[in-house]
């Protein structure tokens, strides 16, 4: 009897699309999206190119799927961690800490959406365009946020706390990352003392 090909041990309870983009989940943020190739996707997700083109006519397209598939995830993870908070600086706190526990994982490669704009530099790419929309939510996310703790100045310190998080994100791949969510967590604390 043959031994079984990667393809063949796949499991096959998840959809097709779904297999696609948990591959592409995967191999995207693990390896880069322009290192990955569509021959590779396919073969990672055990379907055929005809059933790729079929749910995505693009790898482009399914790039933008990938961001808007992350997007989704952090959205969902700042909801549940709302609805265990109890006040807008405790969620706050929560999701600095979640970014910090983020930074300092293992296989922790940096920011998915920082790392997909690199990769796409033209801001009018559909893929950027999720990037930047996933950043606009983040955003007003956080400027509600201080606006309900009472800060005087919620959308100076929403892009404090933006540009902190992203330099937590970047620091925590290329430094240290226990010293890079700290120092995200003393940041914070300094910009919810003024409110």
């Known amino acids: 009897m043959a031994p079984k090909t990667r393809q063949d041990a796949r499991p096959t309870a998840l959809p097709p699309r779904e297999r696609l983009l948990e591959a592409a989940i995967r191999l995207f943020y693990e390896e880069g999206i322009q290192s990955v190739g569509v021959d590779r ?3 990672e997700a055990g379907i055929t190119k005809a059933t790729f083109y079929r749910h995505f006519p693009t ?4 790039v933008r799927a990938y961001v808007e598939d992350r997007d989704q995830a952090v959205r969902a993870r700042a909801d549940a961690l709302a609805a265990q908070a109890r006040g807008p600086r405790e969620v706050l706190t929560a999701l600095v800490a979640e970014l910090g526990k983020q930074a300092c994982g293992a296989g922790f ?3 998915a959406f920082i790392n997909a704009a690199a990769e796409y530099p033209d801001a009018g790419h559909p893929v950027r365009q999720a990037v930047a929309e996933h950043r606009r939510w983040f955003r007003a996310r956080l400027v509600q946020l201080l606006q309900d703790a009472g800060h005087p100045r919620a959308e100076d310190a929403a892009d404090t706390l933006v540009l902190l998080r992203d330099g937590t994100m970047t620091g925590g791949y290329l430094d240290d990352p226990a010293r890079a969510a700290a120092a995200l967590r003393h940041a914070v604390d300094a910009v919810l003392a003024a409110a």
């Open 109 to 111: 490669r940096g920011c």
């Open 41 to 43: 996707l396919i073969a």
């Open 59 to 62: 790898k482009d397209a399914l």
